[in-house]
T-cell receptor, first 117, second 113 residues
Framework: NAGVTQTPKFQVLKTGQSMTLQCAQD?????MYWYRQDPGMGLRLIYYSASEGTTDKGEVPNGYNVSRLNKREFSLRLESAAPSQTSVYFC????????????????FGSGTQLSVL | AQSVTQLDSQVPVFEEAPVELRCNYS??????LFWYVQYPNQGLQLLLK??????LVKGINGFEAEFNKSQTSFHLRKPSVHISDTAEYFCAVRNTGGFKTIFGAGTRLFVKA
């Protein structure tokens, strides 16, 4: 009953370092998403992947890259971390299929708390 | 593009009192609407959703919300709250033909004994 699994749970980086946040889902979902959560700003969409093989920018893509490795996995990479990227990062997935909203909901991982010093 | 405004950042309320968390959205196309809840140190989970049909939607834990198209609102209500309802609540919107779910800034509900 894993659902959406994110690693690591916590990470501290120095400015300029790079890292990759990993996300995997075992629900055979088509769509996957990366959000960041900051106090007073709610969740903001960084990138999403509507289906395997596709990725698109969300609201705040600058400074990030993503890879949809296969249907299960969607990673988020920070090439050169900046203090402004200190945040809690959430991966989510959904069954989302075109023109079928019955099962519409996002399943979230438990988050990665990232600090950039 | 869609946007969501949650009108209250914090709502303190006494146990067993009613509560309403307000949400307004903006969109030029038809939308789906959602409320998610986040308990401390956890990810978000779906409370309820409006896709179509009846404008009054019932969710888990006794919560309900009403879709008002003319006022572009989707307020969340519960007639009697419990201490365990203390959490952050997020309103969200997605256009019916798209993939991006956009969230509001959140409302922190604090239930006092």
């Amino acid at each position: 009953n894993a659902g959406v699994t994110q690693t690591p749970k916590f990470q501290v980086l120095k400015t300029g370092q790079s890292m990759t946040l990993q996300c995997a889902q075992d629900m055979n979902h088509n769509s996957m998403y990366w959000y960041r959560q900051d106090p007073g700003m709610g969740l903001r969409l960084i990138y999403y992947s509507a289906s395997e093989g596709t990725t698109d920018k969300g609201e705040v893509p600058n400074g990030y890259n993503v890879s949809r490795l296969n249907k299960r996995e969607f990673s988020l990479r920070l090439e050169s971390a900046a203090p402004s990227q200190t945040s809690v990062y959430f991966c989510a997935s959904s069954e989302r299929a075109q023109n079928r909203a019955t099962n519409e909901k996002l399943f979230f991982g438990s988050g990665t708390q990232l600090s950039v010093l | 593009a869609q946007s969501v405004t949650q009108l209250d950042s914090q709502v303190p309320v006494f146990e067993e009192a009613p509560v309403e968390l307000r949400c307004n959205y903006s969109s030029s196309v038809s939308v789906y609407l959602f409320w998610y809840v986040q308990y401390p140190n956890q990810g978000l989970q779906l409370l309820l959703k409006y896709l179509s049909g009846s404008t009054l939607v019932k969710g888990i834990n006794g919560f309900e919300a009403e879709f008002n198209k003319s006022q572009t609102s989707f307020h969340l209500r519960k007639p009697s709250v419990h201490i365990s309802d203390t959490a952050e609540y997020f309103c969200a919107v997605r256009n019916t033909g798209g993939f991006k779910t956009i969230f509001g800034a959140g409302t922190r509900l604090f239930v006092k004994a």
